[in-house]
């Protein structure tokens, strides 16, 4: 099976949508940012175009998301590779904004004539994507210029995006092109490759001569950098296109997707705007008793709306006045009628064979608005709950770490079965938080009575030395030529220790969930301000039992550093084998790397989850301990489940003790960590 170009770096995937989108857009970011090389960019899902989100000092890019909309999760590498290239496309005009290369846009009094806004807006950005997609990353990161070619050429199989050079061939082998036309045909030799003889074999010489010219100034342009004289450069783009007509409506077809949405504003009936006569009304506005609202109109429409708002009267009148102007025709006496008549042809708004500049302006903007897909702002549309969903997922930092406990454990096949379910297994991400209280209960002082003890048995005092720190009452021997006049502390087992306090949040703990929290805030609160020490505290449950029984979502409560504590709700089920397995994984990316690892798991029952999975706790535990030098203890409160008794003791060994309720925990970790840190 061949690979994508995304599948080289990508390796974090979820069947979940929101997650998937989350890790879509991490990715991203980086690997933009490392070939790039251009410092940080702040990417993002959303929904305004680029000209809203780019420009001045900020490296904004925002990311397409129309590539994905109907793509299954995990996304395929083909969609993420296009996905990549817009947003490499996107940076490039960030890059090129920092570094006030672009070309400026003309004032008002510096366009050529007949050259609208839209128009040199759809210039400038032709000119800049050629330059983006050929030039910017060549020497640095061509790799970027390769999945630009893979955006573009997913926009060319899009209905609403390709160019029909077919149709382009058509209408200038009959002479019908126009301005727009021109433009598109360049945009499809510059950005898209149709650039070979055989494609443009069939055009005609004035046609491929235009294009050559073009094609000569992109040249001039980039190899300039656009460091070129704008007005000069617009100047001669405009000169070579003025020749062709303006584009009509007829030029743009409707994407599927719109609706008909140009056609819906004809139908409006709106009077103050002229173009809902043209296109939708028969009949003119109320509030323009002069009709000048018809000016514009196409001469088959102006011959409709004669022959349906016309009066029989009128009819008559201009068939006698039709008879009078041919008897004054064979009179000679004609030039006064064809003064009238020229006039009367102007007010029914018969198409000038003279392009007429400012007229219909709202509609040719649209035309050329249009004519770039990067300049549709529909492609980065999220559905409103999507991105709700994928807010929510960075905001709690939310991870599918399913894929990355498969692999951990890939060697001893404890979690194969994960491999057959189209469904995300293990979910992480940050509880609500709640502040930490800086509080001295009994845990917190028994945690520093520990360290207390610690400190006294594994400090040795050396004194009478001949280095460290001067001991004032051996000075009378530096008369004596004795330089022993020194004393020092060493401490014998510094500590460089890692934590996790792993505790089930299964529905049986909801009656005694407030003294479980109270009682890992204080385990937190103690552990964290100790040297040598980091500290996590993780609490699982799962969405319920059944079909998915062996999904987990593991709650990040508390790591080092941070000022407040989580908390989550106790519910579902007990997915023990699921949680352990990512402990691993998640102590290396929360904690970092340490000589000694810990695990106490905190738990009120036995995993349910055993048989789904076909591992055991026990080996679980056993490769926890020689592949990752991580202890691991369990403190179970089961009451009167004398059963679950038996095969938590059998799991766990001599790293197992039972509790008969939860207010016998605070004692039973007080004891467990002394005798770690200090007896052992």
Known sequence: MTKSLSDFWRTRRSYNKAIEM??????????????????????????????????????????????????????????????????????????????????????????????????????????????????????????????????????????????????????????????????????????????????????????????????EITDTYCKKKGLVDAVAMYESIWGEIKGYAQPSKEDTQPSPDSGGEQSDDSDSGDGEDTQGVAFGTDQPPEDNPDGDSNKGNSEGEDAEEDEDGESEEDRNEDEQDGDDENDKDDDGSSGESEIGADKDEEQRGLPDPVDRPGEDTAEMDALYDAALPCQDEERHVIPESLSQAVEDAIVLDKEDITQSVIEEFKDEHFFDAMLDQYHSNIIVEKAATITLPDQDDMVSRSIRQIFNFR????????????????????????????????????????????????????????????????????????LSRRKGVKVCALAYNSPGLGGKGNDVHIFRLFETGDKKVGFCK????????????????????????????????????????????????????????KKYNIDTYCLAILRDHVGQAVLLEKAYGKSYEGLNSYEELPEALTKLLYNLLVTS
Not at 471 to 480: D, K
Request: proline share 3%.
């Open 22 to 215: 989350k890790t879509v857009l991490e990715d991203l970011k980086a690997f933009i940012e490392m070939a790039a090389d251009e410092g940080n960019f702040n990417v993002s899902w959303g929904t305004t175009s680029r000209q809203e989100h780019g420009g001045g000092t900020e490296k904004n890019v925002v990311l397409s998301y129309i590539p994905l909309a109907d793509v299954p999760t995990p996304f395929s590498g083909e969609a993420v590779d296009v996905v990549a290239g817009f947003a490499a496309h996107e940076a490039g005009h960030r890059i090129r904004d920092q570094r006030g290369q672009p070309v400026r846009l003309l004032s008002d009094s510096e366009r050529p004539e007949g050259m609208t806004v839209s128009a040199e807006r759809l210039i400038r950005n032709i000119l800049e994507d050629a330059y983006i997609d050929h030039y910017l990353y060549v020497s640095k990161a061509p790799v970027l210029g390769t999945y630009i070619r893979h955006g573009r050429d997913w926009d060319m199989a899009q209905s609403r995006y390709a160019i029909d050079s077919e149709e382009l061939k058509a209408k200038a082998q009959s002479e019908e092109l126009t301005k727009l036309d021109i433009l598109r045909l360049w945009i499809k030799y510059e950005l898209y490759g149709f650039s070979s003889a055989e494609e443009l074999k069939d055009f005609p010489d004035s046609v491929l001569g235009t294009l050559l010219s073009l094609a």
């Open 455 to 526: 400190k006294r048995r594994k400090t040795r005092h050396s004194r009478g030395t001949e280095e460290g720190t001067v001991s004032q009452t051996r000075l009378y021997r530096a008369g004596m030529s004795d330089m022993h006049l020194y004393e020092k502390r060493d401490i014998k087992d510094s500590l460089d220790i890692n934590v996790c306090i792993l505790c089930d949040m299964s529905s049986s703990v909801a009656s005694s969930q407030d003294i479980l929290s109270q009682c890992v805030n204080s385990l937190a609160l103690g």
């Open 570 to 625: 106790a519910d579902g089920g007990t997915p023990t084998v699921a949680a352990i397995g990512a402990v691993p994984g998640l102590m290396r990316k929360l904690l970092g790397r340490a000589n000694d690892n810990l695990l106490i798991h905190i738990t009120d029952g036995y995993a349910h989850d055993e048989q789904y999975l076909k591992t055991s706790i026990a080996d679980l535990i056993g490769v926890l301990a």
